[in-house]
Nanobody, 125 residues
Framework: QVQLVESGGGLVQAGGSLRLSCAAS????????MGWFRQAPGKEREFVAA?????????DYTDSVKGRFTVSRDSAKNTVYLQMNSLKPEDTAVYYC?????????????????WGQGTQVTVSS
């Protein structure tokens, strides 16, 4: 099993920045692709970004965050990050991290086996 704990959410003004963290424990962290999803009130959970396992350094982003968000991982801390710059009010949501047992960088929720509890991000206009 893999346990995931998100942190770093909060309230920020439009144009500001936040860095979300996801600390992992349990099975070998480096063998899992890691994804970030978000869910706004009344909407379905949607894909935001993902990064491949340690042996394959590739990333993927949904179009609405390309050029603004960056996903990375730190093997020494067993942690993945989502750096969010130039934040917009439409970025407001609960953000979740998730782990997938695959060498690819999946976008589908069904590919992810383990999920964190989420952290709230609110962007004011």
């Amino acid at each position: 099993q893999v346990q995931l704990v998100e942190s770093g959410g909060g309230l920020v003004q439009a144009g500001g920045s936040l860095r979300l963290s996801c600390a992992a424990s349990g099975r070998t962290f480096s063998n899992y692709a890691m994804g970030w999803f978000r869910q706004a009130p009344g909407k379905e959970r949607e894909f935001v970004a993902a990064i491949s396992r340690w042996s394959g350094g590739t990333t993927d982003y949904t179009d609405s965050v390309k050029g603004r968000f960056t996903v990375s991982r730190d093997s020494a801390k067993n942690t993945v990050y989502l750096q969010m710059n130039s934040l917009k009010p439409e970025d407001t949501a609960v953000y979740y991290c998730a782990a997938a047992s695959t060498a690819t960088v999946p976008r589908g929720r069904r590919e992810y086996l383990y999920w964190g509890q989420g952290t709230q991000v609110t962007v004011s206009s």
